[in-house]
């Protein structure tokens, strides 16, 4: 089956290198030349990802039997509409599907209309009146831009903001930049990720993961895409219960069943939900439209199923349960990304990378922004790759994974911190001491 991978980074890496697996012939459409993807494709095209009517074009003139949309902002551009309109169906939710992920206001507001728990107190702002107030009176507030920011466009006081003046100010430029803004209560708790795969009808959950966006450890400094992430072989994480994963996973097919009434036709994809733990039960911190980067690292590697077959049933709607299996195995993922990222990055320096002795160590590789030229690999401005461990236990799978790290060099910059018993430790006796 000629399958069309829109996207260049590591989660692409990762989605691709398991269709291939399943039999697909891959086409890819990236803006950088990622080593990895280049050696999976068939064919491919150096291109935008949001430069829809190329990709539209190029994806006829290959004959491409379905579209598998890795990014974000190409659902914002309206590409599965377009690409439906051509003939070639698309993992990943039409323009008016994808107000899941794209417009934050969009998502709160469906929760508050179909009654579905794990909202926040919010209010939408579209111009400056009245929010210093409703800043004092949550006290510990939230501050989303309306719009897309790359996982950057979230402010929390306390941490990122130092007082309601400071939270004013940036609600101001979030209007100003988006048209609109949201600010909600600040929950407190431990986040995680539930990546879901529906038809618009059957929804398939997969192990949990927590991401780690924060450039330094200890979760001090920027924020930033991600700077690693890890899953436990249980498929929940060390400070959940059952419990949690069921809340989470039922939120999401309600939610599916209000976008189906909302949108009026079935969202078909990825509907991956950051949920948070707090001492008042399991809450919806937000809905992205295609899967995590870097948490789909942790969750494809263990899929003991057909990722292609999968995709096949969203796109004819008869997705079942059956169709999902994972290994019991927990897995951590650590990137590399150049010296600088998350305030300036220091790009354009070589990378060096054995992919051989990073397999022989057990881990995994995934190129993310490099760029391949005719004399070797490049950093870029964003994150460089992900290397991941695989184990039987969490201290397995990040020994693994730092074993790999040892097998890249260059000017770049990693978090050794993320999976480390000390730190997993230090998140179950948080939340042990907000749930009481």
């Avoid at 079935?266 to 870097?294: C, H, Q, S, W």
């Avoid at 169709?323 to 195995?329: D, I, P, Y």
């Avoid at 995934?366 to 790759?385: E, F, H, I, K, N």
């Amino acid at each position: 089956m000629k399958v069309l991978m829109v996207g260049g980074g590591a989660r692409e890496h990762c989605i691709a290198s398991k269709l291939v697996e399943d039999g697909a012939e891959l086409y890819t459409v990236m803006n950088n030349k990622n080593p990895g993807l280049a050696k999976l494709s068939t064919e491919f095209l150096l291109a935008s990802d949001t430069d829809v009517p190329k990709i539209t074009g190029w994806a006829l003139e290959k004959g491409i039997q379905m579209a598998v949309i890795g990014p974000e902002a190409p659902l914002e551009k309206g590409i599965v509409d377009e690409l439906t309109e051509a003939g070639i169906p698309s993992i990943g939710p039409t323009k008016s599907g994808a107000r899941l992920e794209t417009s934050k206001s969009f998502t709160r507001d469906l929760l508050e209309k179909y009654n579905i728990p794990g909202n926040p107190k919010f209010k939408v702002f579209k111009d400056s009146e009245g929010i210093r107030e409703y800043l004092e009176g949550l006290g510990e507030f939230v501050i989303k831009d309306e719009g897309l920011c790359g996982g950057k466009g979230v402010k929390l006081s306390g941490e990122h903001l130092a007082s309601v003046e400071e939270g004013y100010e940036y609600a101001v430029s979030c209007i100003h930049k988006s048209g609109a803004v949201v600010v909600e209560e600040k929950f407190v708790g431990e986040e995680f990720s539930l990546q879901c795969l529906t038809d618009g009808e059957t929804v398939i959950g997969s192990p949990l993961a927590q991401d780690h966006k924060r450039l330094l450890e200890g979760d001090k400094g920027p924020n930033t895409g991600g700077m690693g992430s890890y899953s436990d072989s249980n498929h929940l994480l060390p400070f959940l219960k059952q419990e949690d994963y069921d809340v989470a996973l039922d939120i999401t097919k309600h939610v599916c069943q209000a976008l189906k009434q909302e949108c009026g036709i079935p969202y078909k994809g990825v509907m991956y939900g950051g949920f948070i733990a707090t001492k008042n039960g399991v809450k919806l911190v937000e809905y992205n439209a295609r899967y995590g980067d870097p948490e789909i690292m942790n969750i494809l590697p263990l899929l003991e199923t057909s990722l292609l077959d999968m995709f096949k049933a969203i796109i004819d709607g008869n997705l079942s349960e059956s169709m999902a299996k994972f290994s019991n195995k927990a897995t951590v993922c650590k990137y590399v990304v150049p010296v600088g990222y998350g305030v300036k990055s220091e790009a354009g320096y070589p990378l060096e990378v054995n992919e051989e002795a990073i397999e022989a160590a057990g881990a995994k590789i995934y190129y993310a922004a490099v760029d391949l030229r005719d004399d070797g690999l490049y950093t870029g401005t964003s994150r460089s790759l992900g290397i991941i461990g695989i184990g039987d236990t969490l201290s397995e799978a990040e020994q693994k994974a730092e074993k790999g790290l040892e097998h890249v060099k260059g000017h770049i910059f990693m978090r050794h911190d993320i999976g480390t018993p000390e730190a997993i430790e230090r998140k179950i006796e948080r939340l042990k001491g907000i749930r009481g």
